[in-house]
Every structure is written in structure tokens, then in C-alpha cells.
């Protein structure tokens, strides 16, 4: 059977964001001293990667949490191992498969799957990402003065200017998307973006769930800034805990765009770029987040072990969930009144 022009796109797309991944990395090891970063290299390296290992599992515990608060709001709470599991399913998606079908993909399948309609299955999960893109941006905000005035390029000055007031426009426009006029809203194409506003205001007008959703925003970018802390003092970097926190989500934040395989390459770029407005080398920095990517590959294979022993199927099902996760990206989804798996 020919492959049809979606299949095709998908793969041109990842071979193009797999070869702008190698292109950064190349150009980025070619300004950098290997020496240096191999001298650099010792024992003391273990015991910061263990500990980045185990910051990253409680990363995932309260991204399960998050979720199922989220969940809770539009009253179909899920058991927090089930929501755990599907956390970690995500993570095995996002780092371990070769393909454009993201872990996004398998956990909303995971969700239909559970028996949560496909239509809240999606939006509960964009709604979570909303309020992780919410925390990573109010962190980039908070550190935008400070490095405006470190940076001596202007160019430097107007990209972070233009990814931290993009990113607060872009939640502001859905977050209006929900005082649409009914006529405006019920246009097609409309009614699906205005729902996912409705459903980012149900939580945050839950007077008891949204505090803690609040707060949990913020715990998976204090705990990725923590653990590249970690890597740099391991590395013999004299860097404050509070200076990581002014270069690191900047990185990640840029990391996001999807222009490249998991974040690989831009996400390199942008922390070497980080760590020369304050004064550390470019050695360090490249080593930071190449271990910081290692460690979240490592965490997605832990992730997707955990969850295939978990299903009756075992590992067949993420073999099976590729391509039911695939599918369910090829039709749209059913409102939260059709009939669940």
C-alpha cells in the first residue's frame, strides 16, 4: 500500500528536525574546547547524575499530580498511579521514539484508552501543558531584566524580549478566546480552541484546585533548573543556584520551538549563548545540557519500563500504542458525549 502524503510529511518532518538537531550540535562542538570539556570529566560526575536521575522521577510525580487536579476540575478524577503512569508513558514518548508522535500523543491514546473521552483527554492534557508553559514563562520574565541589562548584543536583547512577551501574548489570546461572542465561537474550527480557553478558566476558577495547580506549574522547571545546576557544579563551574535560574529557561523555553528532535541542538545553543552573558564557559555549558538530555532520555526509558510492566500487554503495548496513538491524530476527536472505549 502507498504511503499516504500525511505519512510521508511525517517522516520528511523528522528527518529534517533530526538533521537541524546534528547541524546545531556540529556547529556548537566546533566553537568549543573539547579539551578543556574532557578535562572536566571525572568520578565527581556519578553522584550528580544520580541525584539528577531522582530530581527527575519527582518531576514526574508532580506532573502527575498536576494533571489529575486538572482532571479533578472537570470532574473525572483518575487514581494517581493511573495518572503517574501516564505521566511516565509521556516521557517515554517525548525522548525514546523516533518519530514525530510525541509522548503527548501516547497519553492522550493512554487516556481514551482508560475511558476518558478523547475530546477531554485532549484538553485536559493541553490545558496541563498551558499552565507548565505558564510557570516556564513567568520564570523567564522574572530573569528578563537582569539579563536585558547583562547582555551587550542587542540582537540577544530583542530575542529574549520577543520569546518572553510572544509566549505571555499567546496565553493571553486564549485565555480572551473564552468572552468570544457566540455567533464568532461557533464558527468552525473556533469551537475547539474556545473550549480549551473554558477549560483553562474551569481550573482557574476552582477555588480549591487551583492553588495547588498553580504551584505545581512552577515545580518541573525549578527541578530542571536544579538539576543542570547540579551538572555545573560537578563540572567545577562556580555557578549560583540564582544565575542557573536566569540562563536556564530561556534555553528550555527556546528548546520548545518544534523545529528539532526532543529540543536537541537549539536547546545546547541557547545555554552556551546563557552562560556567556554571565561570565561561564562555553565548555561547561554545552556539557550541562548534554547531560541534562541524557539524564530526560534515561528518565523516558525508565518511564516507559515502568508503565509497560504496568499494562497486561507489556512492551507490545508500546509497540501498539505508536500506531493507535498515530491514528487517533489522523481523525478528530469526538465530543465528551461520544461513547468511550
Not at 556548537?28 to 579539551?35: A, E, F, P, S
Not at 525514546?96 to 478523547?118: E, K, Y
Not at 536585558?148 to 548584543?153: E, F, M, N, R
Not at 564557559?281 to 508503565?307: E, K, M, N, Q, R
Amino acid at each position: 500500500m502507498a504511503a499516504s502524503p500525511r505519512s510521508l510529511w511525517r517522516h520528511l518532518s523528522a528527518l529534517l528536525k533530526a538533521a537541524l538537531s546534528l547541524g546545531l550540535l556540529a556547529l556548537i562542538l566546533v566553537g568549543v574546547d573539547l579539551g578543556a570539556l574532557w578535562a572536566r570529566l571525572d568520578v565527581a560526575l556519578l553522584p550528580a547524575a544520580l541525584a539528577a536521575l531522582g530530581l527527575l522521577q519527582v518531576q514526574a510525580l508532580g506532573a502527575a499530580l498536576r494533571w489529575r487536579l486538572v482532571l479533578a476540575a472537570h470532574d473525572r478524577p483518575l487514581p494517581y498511579t493511573t495518572t503517574w503512569r501516564n505521566v511516565l508513558l509521556g516521557l517515554f514518548g517525548n525522548q525514546a521514539m523516533p518519530s514525530t508522535i510525541g509522548g503527548d500523543a501516547l497519553r492522550i491514546w493512554n487516556a481514551w484508552r482508560l475511558g476518558l473521552p478523547l475530546g477531554l483527554a485532549t484538553r485536559s492534557l493541553v490545558v496541563d501543558r498551558v499552565f507548565s508553559f505558564l510557570g516556564l514563562i513567568l520564570l523567564c520574565a522574572a530573569g528578563l531584566p537582569v539579563l536585558i541589562a547583562t547582555a551587550g548584543d542587542p540582537l540577544v536583547t530583542r530575542g529574549l524580549l520577543v520569546l518572553v512577551l510572544g509566549g505571555l501574548g499567546c496565553l493571553a489570546i486564549l485565555l480572551s478566546l473564552r468572552f468570544l461572542p457566540r455567533a464568532v465561537a461557533s464558527w468552525r474550527g473556533v469551537g475547539a480552541v474556545v473550549a480549551l480557553s473554558e477549560s483553562t478558566w474551569r481550573v482557574l476558577g476552582h477555588r480549591r484546585l487551583a492553588p495547588p495547580v498553580l504551584g505545581l506549574m512552577l515545580l518541573p522547571h525549578l527541578i530542571d533548573i536544579t538539576v543542570t545546576w547540579g551538572f555545573a557544579r560537578a563540572l567545577g563551574a562556580d555557578i549560583p543556584w540564582a544565575e542557573m535560574a536566569l540562563v536556564f529557561p530561556p534555553a528550555i523555553l527556546v528548546a520548545a520551538v518544534p523545529v528539532s528532535i526532543a529540543g536537541w541542538g537549539l536547546r545546547e545553543g541557547a545555554l552556551v549563548l546563557g552562560f556567556g552573558l554571565i561570565g561561564q564557559p562555553a565548555d561547561v555549558a554545552l556539557a550541562c545540557s548534554l547531560f541534562y538530555g541524557v539524564s530526560a532520555v534515561i528518565t523516558g526509558l525508565i518511564g516507559g519500563a515502568v508503565w509497560s510492566l504496568g499494562d497486561r500487554d507489556g512492551l507490545a503495548s508500546l509497540r501498539r500504542g505508536r500506531a493507535e496513538a498515530a491514528a487517533l491524530t489522523d481523525t478528530p476527536a469526538p465530543t465528551d458525549q461520544s461513547t468511550s472505549r
